[in-house]
């Protein structure tokens, strides 16, 4: 069955150092695939989104590109702040729409 | 503007209790899901419902009920039949078939058991 799995945390970093959050999925034709965020004590907020391959989805400075060839949807930002300290999710919808499937998330911490 | 709305955002139960969590949205989904969390763990669903007066189980319904008598309304009941039932508890919801759109959810409710 489809389902994503993402590199485990807890993830610390410095405040502008480089963030990779590594997600790739199993899924047969082409799922669209999300990243959620869930700052301290709140539900997840959608982050961004990509709904073909190779589509790049961009929101508050993250960036995620679809990867059909590498199945990957990997979670970049250039230079993280404190306020970036929060759970991230990697998330698939397949291909038919009925299904969606959670990645355990990545917990990130930026310090001063 | 639209969105989805749970209360109380803070419950304490205690045991022997059932305890009703609410879930409200106005965005005109029919499809509606609740989650648990626990800390430091993924989601895990409970139950979800595609239409008014119908809901599946999830992974984990043992010891929860629902009921959906309005597409606005989503209730979850944390019965005395769950034994752990301390977690974060989250509400979703999407269209039907959410492919490109996915869920939105709730800011949630944190159940504690005392």
């Known amino acids: 069955g489809d389902s994503v799995t993402q590199m485990e945390g807890p993830v610390t970093l410095s405040e502008e150092a480089f963030l990779t959050i590594n997600c790739t999925y199993t899924?047969?034709?082409?799922?669209?695939l999300f990243w959620y965020v869930q700052y301290p004590g709140e539900g997840l907020q959608l982050l961004l989104k990509?709904?073909?391959?190779?589509d790049k989805g961009s929101n508050k400075g993250f960036e995620a590109t679809y990867r059909k060839e590498t199945t990957s949807f990997h979670l970049e930002k250039g230079s993280v702040q404190v306020s970036d300290s929060a759970v991230y999710f990697c998330?698939?919808?397949?291909?038919?729409?009925?299904?969606?499937?959670f990645g355990t998330g990545t917990s990130l911490t930026v310090i001063p | 503007d639209g969105g989805i709305t749970q209360s109380p955002k803070y419950l304490f139960r205690k045991e022997g209790q059932n305890v009703t969590l609410s879930c409200e949205q106005n965005?005109?989904?029919?499809?509606m899901y609740w989650y648990r969390q626990d800390p430091g763990q993924g989601l895990r669903l409970i139950y979800y419902?595609?239409?008014?007066?119908?809901?599946q189980k999830g992974d984990i319904a043992e010891g929860y009920s629902v009921s959906r008598e309005k597409k606005e309304s989503f209730p979850l009941t944390v019965t005395s039949a769950q034994k752990n039932p301390t977690a974060f508890y989250l509400c979703?919801?999407?269209?039907?078939?959410?492919?490109?759109?996915?869920?939105?959810f709730g800011s949630g409710t944190r159940l504690t058991v005392v």
């Open positions: 419902s595609q239409i008014v007066n119908d809901f």
């Open positions: 899924a047969t034709g082409y799922p669209s």
């Open positions: 965005l005109n989904h029919d499809a």
């Open positions: 990509a709904t073909k391959a190779d």
């Open positions: 998330a698939l919808s397949d291909q038919g729409g009925n299904q969606f499937y």
């Open positions: 979703a919801s999407s269209i039907v078939r959410p492919g490109g759109y996915g869920y939105t």
